[in-house]
């Protein structure tokens, strides 16, 4: 019994060793790995399978693009195997100062923050704060009893509606079916002066307004329609944010930066930019006359990340980055949630996580399915050709940021801008000509 006795001791000091050994990553939720997955680093293309010969192909599309004034700058990046193969910027950060862009500039990534926020609200997921069809109203008590767009009158904005078949969940958020609105930028002129006449921001925001206001006010606002009968394009990752900040108890930025950008080595993502930064923010440019100008105050102030408030942190489209960031996120979903060691999800969450759970008949047709967090090919759109494996799963942003991540190839390519209009087809010529660069 002594000796039984003893070595229970002794096992449960080595698991508290072992424990105090982890470090501060198990204290916060990411633990340590048995895979190691080395970061992103720079390496020759051949060695990653890449033929360097295919890849100078975007470099003269990127150089020409440029050239002929289809865009102003744009960085690109191209990660396989774990390696930068090629990672370039061309063109101006802001043609009316003559700023050259670097490959170390600062985007306003818009919606591909949806990606972000949901990987963050998988973290907790995982550590069982809540069930994926659990209604939103279990944690945020606004949202209960929603209410669908029946009749609005334009004279004084008032609305009436009928109560929805079900509550919305947390999926339903994530996957854009739960029949919330997008405001300035919904595809329903009555939901924009809805949203607009409820002070209702979509992300780009320099107003003394948080994330909880804003989504407080939205609760209150009608839908399209009953949730999970359409896909519609709406703020419910706005929602997901200020849910982390419920379950968690801390700021969503906070969160976001101690869960994931500090574990991952995400120095330059964000929401809002300090002053040692703020010169690196790419402006966002127009045409006009031929030139290209800065984008002026429309609904939102294009400086929101380095000036005003900086209160909102909008889950669905306010953080900023950079390419080698960005691809830093995505190598980790690649890698099945690991990352240097450190692990932010399962590979059996990572599975689910880009699974469908969207009807093909409501997003994307044959071509694409939509996942927790992104649009995802399919057999069907792997053979139409340019868009990947079967598996690649991609998303962009408002001012033409792009990315895709093929699981098949462990191939990543982003591609940054901050244009609002302009003649631009590097959009479908990146994924294409990435895509063709493979030699192995």
């Known amino acids: 019994m002594r000796t039984a006795s ?207 206001e804003n989504v407080r006010r939205l609760a209150k606002m009608p839908l399209h329609h009953n949730p999970g009968e359409r896909f519609t394009y709406a703020m419910g990752l706005d929602v997901v944010g200020y849910l982390i900040e419920v379950l968690s108890g801390m700021p969503f930025d906070q969160f976001l930066q101690k869960r994931l950008f500090d574990p991952l080595g995400m120095k330059d993502t964000g929401f809002y930019l300090s002053s040692e930064k703020a010169g690196r923010l790419v402006a966002v440019q127009r045409p006009e006359n031929g030139k290209w100008v800065h984008f002026p105050i429309t609904f939102y102030d294009p400086d929101y990340p380095i000036k005003g408030a900086k209160a909102l942190f909008s889950g669905g489209g306010g953080l900023c980055s950079t390419a080698k960031d960005y691809a830093t996120f995505l190598q980790m979903h690649l890698n099945g949630g690991e990352l240097n060691g450190v692990r932010i999800l399962s590979r059996t969450t990572e599975e689910m996580m880009r699974s469908q759970q969207v009807p093909s008949e409501l997003f994307g047709g044959a071509n694409a399915y939509f996942s927790l967090a992104f649009s995802t090919v399919t057999e069907k759109g792997q053979a139409h050709g340019g868009n990947g494996s079967a598996g690649t799963f991609s998303w962009g942003g408002y001012f033409n940021t792009q990315y895709f991540a093929d699981p098949k190839e462990n191939l990543i390519g982003i591609l940054m801008k901050q244009t609002q209009g302009g003649n631009d087809e590097t959009g479908w010529k990146f994924p294409l000509l990435v895509g063709q660069c493979m030699d192995d």
Not at 75 to 97: E, H, P, S, T
Not at 163 to 181: N, V
């Open 6 to 212: 003893l070595s229970f001791r002794i096992l449960c000091c080595s698991c508290l060793i072992a424990i105090s050994l982890a470090g501060p990553t198990s204290a916060i939720g990411q633990t340590r790995s048995v895979k190691r997955s080395p970061p992103l680093t720079a390496a020759d293309p051949q060695r990653a399978g890449v033929s360097p010969e295919r890849l100078a192909r975007i470099d003269t599309m990127l150089q020409d693009a440029v050239k002929s004034g289809g865009i102003p700058g744009v960085v690109a990046l191209v990660a396989r195997n774990g390696k930068i193969v090629f990672n370039k910027a061309y063109g101006m950060a802001d043609n009316a100062a003559g700023r050259p862009l670097k490959t170390d500039d600062i985007f306003r990534i818009a919606s591909q923050s949806k990606a972000i926020t949901a990987t963050a609200a998988m973290v907790l997921w995982e550590e069982g704060k809540f069930q994926l069809d659990d209604p939103i109203s279990k944690y945020i008590p606004e949202f209960k009893n929603p209410q669908v767009l029946k009749t609005y009158n334009e004279a004084d904005g008032t609305w009436t509606g009928e109560p929805a078949k079900r509550e919305i969940t947390i999926r339903d958020l994530l996957t854009h079916t739960s029949g919330l609105g997008y405001g300035d930028i919904d595809g329903d002129p009555r939901f924009q002066k809805l949203y607009k006449r409820a002070g209702i921001a979509i992300a780009f925001c320099s107003d003394p307004l948080t994330i909880g």
